[in-house]
């Protein structure tokens, strides 16, 4: 059977500040979404959120892009936005950019990823969900999953993934897509995606028969908008086991708390720290960034689950390694690697202070 999970988000207002999701909205997008299975529009829904994201994880079989699907999600969103306006909750709709919908989520804030598939006998899948970082976050950990021998084993042991995957790398800046090959084009893909606010992973297949193995969300709301306006907390969907990666060799590239662009006011780079779905919960200098990950069994289309796959006890070092490195990252203050270069900024000041100074700089000698 072919089927399509679709992962949909947007920030529709923060509680309190950009910490954390009011329950009114996770109840009025269960509601929606109970409507639209009995309706026979879906097959199932979870409603999840990662701080102050909303993500609604839906299957269909519509297949990627779906206007009705999309149509679906945007009139949850605006459903929560009324609600968090009712309840003044914090940057009520800040993710809804425009006011009328037209066909399709592409370019109108939300982020989505969208991964049609033909399900197998048994599709356990992951869908990771973060907050305070942006879709370059996913880079190291996709990289360590899908061509890392020291992180997945399988790609040296299990004859069904011994030739590798094909990244497909999508460069947000001049909006362009490149497909590499792994592990021989393995140096070229690292100084791309290492370079990761700006190349970031869309997807993964696997070579012997083109299956997709991962799809990410590459929405960038800062350039959509024309100026900063915030990281975007992006999903990832990820198959498991039987010619993909076993769950645990998934999970394994997260037990490394790797740094990542977001945090305080989009401007720094911190941990990114594997949570339970309880803890993602962003507070100390509005972080450090979260991601969750939530563990399905497709049946039919039907989402049996969630495991909530990050509560395991395996993860209590990678969150202790993560607040020692918070501790860390803060003592630098305002100074970079904390604070983000110039050009990653979501707030500066420096066009202001330059302008004010100006005649303050003189020449230097040679
Ligand atoms: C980061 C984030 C927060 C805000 C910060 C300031 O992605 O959402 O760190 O940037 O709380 O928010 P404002 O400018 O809305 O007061
Ligand atoms: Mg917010
Ligand atoms: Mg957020």
């Known amino acids: 059977m072919r089927v399509t999970v679709s992962v949909l988000k947007a920030d529709v207002g923060g509680f309190v500040g950009h910490s954390n999701m009011h329950p009114r909205l996770v109840e009025i997008a269960r509601e929606s979404l109970d409507a639209a299975k009995i309706d026979g529009k879906i097959i199932d829904y979870y409603v999840a959120y990662c701080g102050d994201d909303l993500n609604l994880i839906v299957t269909h079989t519509k297949g990627e892009d779906s206007p009705e699907i999309h149509k679906l999600a945007w009139d949850v969103f605006l459903r929560c936005t009324e609600a968090a306006k009712k309840l003044k909750l914090y940057g009520a709709g800040q993710d809804l950019l425009s006011d009328a919908f037209s066909g399709n989520l592409k370019g109108m804030g939300p982020g989505y990823a969208e991964m049609e598939l033909e399900e197998r006998k048994s599709e356990p899948i992951i869908i990771f969900m973060a907050d305070k970082t942006s879709p370059g976050a996913w880079n190291l950990p996709l990289y360590k999953i899908f061509a890392d021998p020291f992180n997945t084993p399988g790609l040296v042991i299990d004859p069904s993934m011994h030739d590798g995957f094909v990244f497909e790398v999508m460069d947000v800046v001049d909006n362009k897509v490149a ?35 991962a799809k990410a969300s590459v929405q960038r709301l800062n350039f959509m908008a024309g100026r900063y306006v915030g990281k975007d907390d992006p999903v990832l969907v990820v ?9 645990g ?10 740094l990542v662009e977001g945090w305080m006011r989009g401007s720094h780079n911190g941990p990114l720290m594997p949570v339970a779905f309880e803890d993602a919960t962003p507070a100390r200098f509005d972080g450090p960034p979260r991601v969750i990950a939530a563990g399905f069994q497709l049946s039919d289309g039907q989402l049996i689950g969630p495991v909530d796959l990050f509560r395991d006890r395996s993860f209590d070092y990678t969150r202790v390694k993560a607040l020692e490195i918070t501790d860390y990252m803060r003592r630098h203050g305002p100074f970079e690697p904390h604070r983000l ?16 100074l100006g005649s303050r700089f003189k020449d230097a000698e040679d």
Do not use: N, W
């Open 249 to 258: 060799e998934v999970l394994e590239a997260f037990a490394f708390p790797h």
């Open 341 to 356: 270069h110039l050009e990653e900024m979501e707030y500066t000041t420096l066009p202001d202070v330059l302008k004010k």
């Open 239 to 247: 198959r498991c086991q039987s010619g993909f990666p076993a769950v």
């Open 179 to 213: 497909l590499l090959s792994t592990p021989e084009e393995s140096y070229d893909l690292l100084v791309l995606i290492g370079a990761s606010s700006r190349y970031m992973v869309r997807s993964v297949y696997r070579k012997s028969d083109g299956a997709i193995a």
